[in-house]
């Protein structure tokens, strides 16, 4: 009986938190609308602007022109560092790290209205063979750029959700 007054209690006191989830309403909701009014510019940086640029219009999806309400400008920053050097000067670790800064900008005013950054890093165990590595490297960049758009998505879904309180 106690157990059952404190989870009543518990449910009692979490209810009135003002928690509401972020993507409420599904794809008609607010959130999902507003993220779908966003179009990705394209990203400099060779082939990881392109995989985060991918990842983002996988998330985000392609607005129509009519639809387009923001533009999302980013600049990616992909760095791979050697470390762990052996006795013999070989590399034996890398660490590959992918920043991106980004920008929310209302298409109607051309003012910013979310400035943030995102990033992830990954490290690396360098191979013998150099073709090994560097598939090692490219899955890095891949999975890197994709959490990186998992982090730019959420805080455009936390900004979508404070612009609706207003």
Not at 32 to 58: E, H, Y
Not at 64 to 73: D, I
Request: aromatic share 4%; hydrophobic share 40%.
């Amino acid at each position: 009986m106690n157990r059952l007054a404190l989870i009543l209690a518990a449910a009692t006191l979490t209810a009135g938190c003002g928690l509401r989830p972020v993507y409420g309403g599904g794809a008609s909701g607010p959130t999902a609308t507003f993220l779908t009014s966003v179009a990705v510019q394209p990203i400099g940086g060779g082939r990881t602007g392109w995989l985060l640029r991918a990842a983002l219009a996988d998330r985000l999806g392609e607005p129509t022109q009519s639809a387009r309400r923001y533009r999302l400008e980013v600049e990616v920053d992909d760095d791979l560092t050697s470390f762990g050097i052996r006795g013999d000067t070989a590399v034996t670790r890398e660490r590959r790290t992918i920043r991106a800064r980004y920008r929310l900008v209302d298409n109607a005013t051309g003012q910013v209205v979310l400035d943030a950054t995102a990033g992830s890093d990954a490290g690396i165990d360098v191979a013998s063979s150099p073709v090994a590595t560097l598939a090692a490297e490219q899955t890095a960049a891949e999975r890197l750029a994709q959490v990186v758009a998992d982090q730019i998505v959420a805080r455009l879904g936390q900004y979508a959700v404070r612009r609706d309180r207003r």
